[in-house]
């Protein structure tokens, strides 16, 4: 195993650009549980943009709307509607991680940069990354504010937790015949190895179809699912994706909860909507993996999917998209020894986003 050059500590936040940073913040204090930590906008003195920094256990979301119809996050939203922009990785030495990628062929969109006030300094670079979605470094040893210099603790109580405790993996659709290009971009420029392959005779249904290919860091904390649509008899779900968002981007975050029933019910409480699973998958799940000291009752009525593999099993949720495009949605995970992504599931999945898809008239 050779040495690991791009050595991460872990997830440190995802960017949001989106029409409406304020309202945002809301949807996910109120519905997710997400709470507001920090602010950035006029207030503050920041003259261009509005940004809410909003936490839940490990997890960091940063929703980010301009003032201005020239700032990149107004054009952002105006091609993709709302999405992730940034996905930051937290690393020991910005400086070196840029130097180490940008050898290995990385685009560097913003050099390593340090910003400054009262609590300390933070350092953060730019790569690119697929579509308009880039790779943030974050260096934050030697900054002890709220979130980042300029940002402005905010006093707020929020609403209860969901129980979201880390992100599991961030997974990216691109299209037709560039997964294999940005495996080995990983692999290449990033250090990552690949963990799982999936081909469309694992994932398709009669109409549509993907491949997938798991990448994953040195230290395994990072996962990283690529997605490409395969050739269907109708449209798929990738494409749709692609073609809402106008070009690739990140599909779903999934988060780990140390209790999937307990997370599931209040979502549900608060009116999130999920996938909607078919009965007969119930049926079958039972039949191909058996006890494993989980209710199926109840998992079928909060609409929880399960997947086993050689190391254990894992339950699983999917949202329906958080905006109007059919763009981006969310997985609930939680593991009991799998360390997979619910490839059993993954038809399952298809079949259900199929039925809803063809609600909107897209398959
Ligand atoms: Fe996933």
Known sequence: MSEDFLPIKGYDHIEFYVGNAKQ????????????????????????????YIMQQGKVRFV????????????????????????????????????????DRGATILKPPTALEDENGTLI??????????????????????????????????????????????IVTNVGLGEMTYWAQWYERVMGFSQLTHFTDDDISTEYSALMSK??????????????EPAEGKKKSQIEEYLDYYYGPGVQHIAVNTANIYDTVTELRRRDVDFLRIPDTYYEYMKRRIGEVGE?????????????????????????????????????????????????????????????????????
Not at 25 to 44: I, R, S
Not at 314 to 342: A, C, K, N, Y
Request: proline fraction near 4%; hydrophobic fraction near 40%.
């Open 295 to 363: 209710d199926w009752d109840r998992l079928q009525k909060l609409g929880i999917l399960i997947d086993q593999d050689d190391d254990g099993y894992l339950l699983q949720i999917f949202t329906s998209p958080v905006q109007d495009r059919p763009t981006l949605f969310f997985e609930v995970i939680q593991r009991h020894g799998s360390r997979g992504f619910g490839l059993g599931n993954f038809k399952a999945l298809f079949v259900s986003i199929e039925e809803e898809q063809a609600k909107r008239g897209n398959l």
């Open 124 to 169: 953060t670079a730019e790569i690119k990354y697929a579509g308009d979605t880039v790779f943030r470094f974050v260096q934050r040893r030697n900054y002890r504010g709220a979130f980042a210099p300029g940002y402005e603790p905010i006093e707020a109580i929020g609403s209860d937790p969901v129980g979201f405790a880390a992100i599991d993996h």
């Open 63 to 102: 929703f980010t709307t301009a003032y201005t119809p020239d700032h990149e996050a107004a054009r952002h939203c105006a091609l993709h509607g709302d999405g992730v922009k940034a996905i930051a990785l937290e690393v020991a030495d910005v400086d070196r991680a840029v130097k180490e990628v940008k």
């Open 24 to 51: 945002a913040a809301h949807f996910y204090d109120k519905t997710f549980g997400f709470k507001p930590v920090a602010k950035l906008g006029l207030e503050t003195g920041c003259r261009d943009r509005a940004s």
């Open 214 to 227: 798991v990448m994953e860091n040195g230290s395994g904390k990072c996962k990283f699912p690529i997605n």
